[in-house]
């Protein structure tokens, strides 16, 4: 059963910055799509970034720029470097993947892409 599990949120001024993590475990697949979302209140699920096996990455408009994804296949982990952060940055903070038996063809930032999520860590950015 795969599992992730996110940390590194935090409370920060803005322009500040801050790095999130997320470890997985569980899985068998090296063929995968994994991204970062987030979830203001009051405000729908948003996909801010993917990352394919291959490397492949897509952003966002509202964080390209600022926000980079990466992993460390050796730990591995997935990570979301956000420099320039803003309070409009501010919302819980979801890792997603979903493996497969052959490269996807892409990696949607939709929910209905992934399957296996992990509980989410809280980003605070303060004006």
């Known amino acids: 059963q795969v599992q992730l599990v996110e940390s590194g949120g935090g409370s920060v001024q803005a322009g500040r910055s801050l790095r999130l993590s997320c470890a997985a475990s569980?899985?068998?697949?090296?063929?995968?799509?994994m991204a970062w979302f987030r979830q203001a209140p009051g405000k729908e699920r948003e996909g801010v970034a993917t990352?394919?096996?291959?490397?492949?990455?897509t952003y966002s408009d509202s964080v390209k720029g600022r926000f980079t994804i990466s992993e460390d296949n050796a730990k591995n982990t997935l990570y979301l470097q956000m420099v320039s952060l803003k309070p409009e940055d501010t919302a819980l903070y979801y890792c997603?993947?979903?493996?497969?038996?052959?490269?996807?063809?892409?990696?949607?930032?939709?929910?209905?892409?992934?399957?296996?999520w992990g509980q989410g860590t809280q980003v605070t950015v303060s004006s």
């Open positions: 997603a993947a979903r493996f497969r038996s052959v490269l996807p063809a892409t990696c949607a930032a939709s929910e209905w892409h992934y399957n296996t």
């Open positions: 569980g899985y068998t697949s090296s063929r995968y799509c």
């Open positions: 990352i394919r096996s291959d490397g492949y990455t």
